[in-house]
C-alpha cells in the first residue's frame, strides 16, 4: 500500500505524466485531415523520456490511434517526438508545456508546414 501511494504521488508531481484532453485541429484544408477530440496518456519512460498513448474521441468513444515517444528538454518545458506514417516520413511533433496546459504542433511537413495544433490540458 506503501509503493502505491508513493507510485501516485510520484505521478502527481511529474510535470508530463498523466491523462491530458482537448483538441487536435487540421490547419491544412482541404486534406484527408479531420479536427478531433483527443485524449492524451502520457508515461514515463526514462529520465526526461516519456511515450504518448493518442486516443481520438468519435461518437463518445475512445479509439487508439497510437503511440509517440518525446525526450523532455532540460528546462523541463518542452517535449520533442516524431512518428513515422505508412509512406515511412518522419513527422516531428513539439509541444510546450505551460502548468497544466500543453500547446503543440504536429505532423510538420517537409516545408515545415504545420499539419495539426494540438490544445490540452491535464486532468
Not at 8 to 28: F, H, K, M, R
Not at 35 to 45: G, L, M, Q, S
Amino acid at each position: 500500500m506503501i509503493a502505491a501511494a508513493m507510485l501516485l504521488a510520484a505521478t502527481a508531481a511529474d510535470p508530463v505524466a498523466g491523462t491530458w484532453e482537448g483538441t487536435s485541429l487540421c490547419q491544412i484544408k482541404p486534406s484527408s485531415c479531420h479536427d478531433e477530440h483527443v485524449i492524451y496518456r502520457f508515461a514515463k519512460t526514462g529520465a526526461r523520456q516519456y511515450r504518448l498513448d493518442a486516443y481520438k474521441v468519435v461518437n463518445g468513444q475512445e479509439q487508439y490511434m497510437g503511440p509517440i515517444d518525446f525526450n523532455l528538454d532540460a528546462s523541463g518545458h518542452e517535449l520533442n517526438g516524431s512518428n513515422r506514417d505508412r509512406a515511412g516520413i518522419v513527422h516531428p511533433w513539439l509541444f510546450t508545456i505551460r502548468g497544466k496546459h500543453i500547446s503543440g504542433k504536429a505532423l510538420t511537413g517537409p516545408n515545415g508546414q504545420v499539419f495539426r495544433l494540438i490544445e490540452v490540458d491535464k486532468h
